[in-house]
């Protein structure tokens, strides 16, 4: 049986080429092209269509994630600034204690004429009472120079920007909390 298996494949790779059975022979007459002429046009379109569709898609997504991401960003400052919102009113309420109280006015006034030392305990105890009450890095009374006249809390450094911030304050007439960076 070994010997007839060597005999066939013997005969098939002898055989001329034009014999219809010969594998070899065919294969070098045909063309390297698996495809005519409209096959490949069709490929090709196909092609490009799923490119443009990929392409489409991509746009389409990134548009999506950065309106998304846009809103995140709107939502995101809108909360700031109804925190910073509530920060200031909240200030402005201790401040408006602190104004609206007539004590503190009246010991200020007394304490800088005077240099009363028991006035300056009761003035440095309100202050001290504000600064743990909310947890103020620093609680101070600056004049209109910015000089600091009494002061609770963490060493405050009048520099020139509070300047004309207490120009301000003092020409209003009224009492202010700031969170100036000094």
């Not at 009472?129 to 450094?157: F, K, M, R, T």
Request: net charge positive; glycine share 6%.
């Amino acid at each position: 049986m070994s010997q007839n298996f060597s005999d066939a494949s013997q005969t098939r790779f002898s055989r001329s080429a034009g014999h219809p059975d010969n594998f070899w022979a065919r294969s070098e007459k045909k063309a390297l092209v698996p495809f005519g002429k409209w096959q490949t046009l069709l490929l090709a379109v196909l092609a490009t269509a799923i490119m443009l569709l990929g392409w489409g898609t991509y746009v389409s997504q990134q548009h999506n994630f950065r309106e998304q991401k846009n809103n995140e960003l709107f939502a995101i400052s809108k909360l700031k600034s109804n925190e910073i919102s509530k920060w200031l009113a909240e200030r402005s309420a201790d401040a408006e204690v602190m104004r609206a109280s007539p004590l503190f006015p009246e010991a200020m006034h007394h304490w800088l004429m005077t240099g009363d030392a028991k006035e300056r305990n009761i003035l440095e105890r309100r202050l001290t009472g504000i600064y743990q009450a909310n947890h103020y890095q620093s609680v101070a009374v600056v004049d209109v120079d910015g000089i600091v006249l009494l002061q609770v809390g963490e060493p405050l450094l009048v520099t020139g920007e509070l300047r004309p911030y207490g120009n301000f304050i003092f020409k209003k007439g009224v009492i202010s909390f700031s969170e100036t960076p000094l």
